[in-house]
């Protein structure tokens, strides 16, 4: 199994930036893919982004393409989500989220599907 924890979060203007990180323990990284989610109380956990195992390939919903970017450094057993053009309604408790497979363009974007789970990062964007 795999142990995930996230940092980076914290308090950012609308229009500015944030880099959280997921840094990995236990099993072998990159045999697990990895996603982040976000979740506001009261409200379904909400996909945000995905990267496979060899981080050669990226998925995000139209909501937040072209403004978050997902990667990762097997080297360091982390991966980053590097967030850009935050708006207030990106405010929510972000975590990351492992499994290993098998993953379709379905399952990579259903929280259910994943198998461990850091803690979660608040990030909140003021306006």
């Known amino acids: 199994q795999v142990q995930l924890v996230e940092s980076g979060g914290g308090l950012v203007q609308a229009g500015g930036s944030l880099r959280l990180s997921c840094a990995a323990s236990g099993r072998a990284f990159s045999d697990y893919y990895i996603a982040w989610f976000r979740q506001i109380p009261g409200k379904a956990r909400e996909f945000v982004a995905a990267v496979n195992w060899g981080g050669g390939t990226t998925t995000y919903p139209d909501s937040i393409k072209d403004r978050f970017i997902i990667s990762r450094d097997n080297t360091k057993n982390t991966v980053y989500l590097q967030m850009n053009s935050l708006k207030p309604e990106d405010t929510a408790v972000y975590y990351c989220?492992?499994?290993?497979?098998?993953?379709?363009?379905?399952?990579?974007?259903?929280?259910?599907?994943?198998?461990?789970w850091g803690q979660g990062a608040q990030v909140t964007v003021s306006s």
């Open positions: 989220a492992a499994q290993s497979g098998p993953v379709t363009p379905t399952t990579m974007r259903v929280w259910e599907d994943y198998d461990y």
